[in-house]
Nanobody, 127 residues
Framework: QVHVAESGGGSVQAGGSLRLSCVYS????????MGWFRQAPGKEREVIIT????????TYADSVKGRFTISQDYAKNTLYLQMNSLKHKDTAMFYC????????????????????WGQGTQVTVSS
């Protein structure tokens, strides 16, 4: 069964850092796209970062470039989202998601393309 599960959310002051983790089932390592999304209250879900797990193509949303970094530990089946210089507007529920893709190139930034979702982890940044 293919699944993902996020953890690591919490409360932090503006300017602080958090690292989120997304543990995924082994099969995802083979040929999947993974993405980090977030959804703030009253707003639509937005993509933050996408990563082609097999070929490494990675994209970042402009809103997080230079502040957020994605990394992957293949031995632990874990995708990390390192978030630095957090701002109040980063407050949201963060989700890890995946869909099957066995090809070169960047992954979709459309949430509807992703078929596997975690439960989410809340990040709250106080100003």
């Amino acid at each position: 069964q293919v699944h993902v599960a996020e953890s690591g959310g919490g409360s932090v002051q503006a300017g602080g850092s958090l690292r989120l983790s997304c543990v995924y089932s082994t099969y995802i390592t083979k040929a999947y796209c993974m993405g980090w999304f977030r959804q703030a209250p009253g707003k639509e879900r937005e993509v933050i970062i996408t990563r082609n797990t097999r070929y490494g193509d990675t994209t970042y949303a402009d809103s997080v470039k230079g502040r957020f970094t994605i990394s992957q530990d293949y031995a632990k089946n874990t995708l990390y989202l390192q978030m630095n210089s957090l701002k109040h507007k980063d407050t949201a529920m963060f989700y890890c998601a995946a869909y099957y893709r066995d090809a070169y190139g960047v992954c979709s930034t459309e949430s509807g393309t992703y078929t596997i979702w975690g439960q989410g982890t809340q990040v709250t940044v106080s100003s």
